[in-house]
T-cell receptor, first 111, second 114 residues
Framework: KQEVTQIPAALSVPEGENLVLNCSFTDSAIYNLQWFRQDPGKGLTSLLL?????REQTSGRLNASLDKSSGRSTLYIAASQPGDSATYLC??????????FGAGTRLTVKP | KAGVTQTPRYLIKTRGQQVTLSCSPISGHRSVSWYQQTPGQGLQFLFEYFSETQRNKGNFPGRFSGRQFSNSRSEMNVSTLELGDSALYLC?????????????FGQGTRLTVV
């Protein structure tokens, strides 16, 4: 059974810092990995999708990498802003179409 | 292009009642999945529907059920509500199953059971 872990559970940084969020998974037989953002009480917003054959994806200030063999993904946020404050979730899609989520990293960016 | 729409946004129900939640996927998307989110358990998978058929089911009691219509809209039903069913229920749609699986979520339905 796929287990997804996100470290750290919470992170607080001053505005302007670059930061890295981590996601690890136990079964490397994945189809893809997707990073989401969730604001309090709201739904999930898709940030980046990485297929298993890809090493990284970029969107604006966000860069996500995937190392399938070691069961790891990182989300890099450059020049963080207070508007980036949210919970970030990674989700792993297995070859049977199941999608499993980590518990998330709650990010606070202080002005 | 409209996103995933969930209705209602908020619900308050009494223990023992039943509830039906609705999800309209992005136009053209045929796969709909449901998740329960609570502070203690995080996001837990309920079930997935594709072309009106349940394809996957999570580890939830039979009180939780769902269906999908020919226009891909989906409903989930919870019978005999318990206090522990209070949660944010999220629906996600994707174009299809593998390989086109990027998931897009609705805003959720906040269910409170009193």
């Amino acid at each position: 059974k796929q287990e997804v872990t996100q470290i750290p559970a919470a992170l607080s940084v001053p505005e302007g810092e670059n930061l890295v969020l981590n996601c690890s998974f136990t079964d490397s037989a994945i189809y893809n990995l997707q990073w989401f953002r969730q604001d309090p009480g709201k739904g999930l917003t898709s940030l980046l999708l990485i297929q298993s054959s890809q090493r990284e994806q970029t969107s604006g200030r966000l860069n996500a990498s995937l190392d399938k063999s070691s069961g790891r993904s990182t989300l890099y946020i450059a020049a963080s802003q207070p508007g980036d404050s949210a919970t970030y979730l990674c989700a792993v899609r297995s070859n049977n179409n199941d999608m499993r989520f980590g518990a998330g990293t709650r990010l606070t960016v202080k002005p | 292009k409209a996103g995933v729409t969930q209705t209602p946004r908020y619900l308050i129900k009494t223990r023992g009642q039943q509830v039906t939640l609705s999800c309209s996927p992005i136009s053209g998307h045929r796969s709909v999945s449901w998740y329960q989110q609570t502070p203690g358990q995080g996001l837990q998978f309920l079930f997935e529907y594709f072309s009106e058929t349940q394809r996957n089911k999570g580890n939830f009691p039979g009180r939780f059920s769902g269906r999908q219509f020919s226009n891909s809209r989906s409903e989930m039903n919870v019978s005999t509500l318990e206090l522990g069913d209070s949660a944010l229920y999220l629906c996600a749609s994707s174009l299809e199953r593998i390989p086109n699986t990027e998931a897009f979520f609705g805003q959720g339905t906040r269910l409170t059971v009193v």
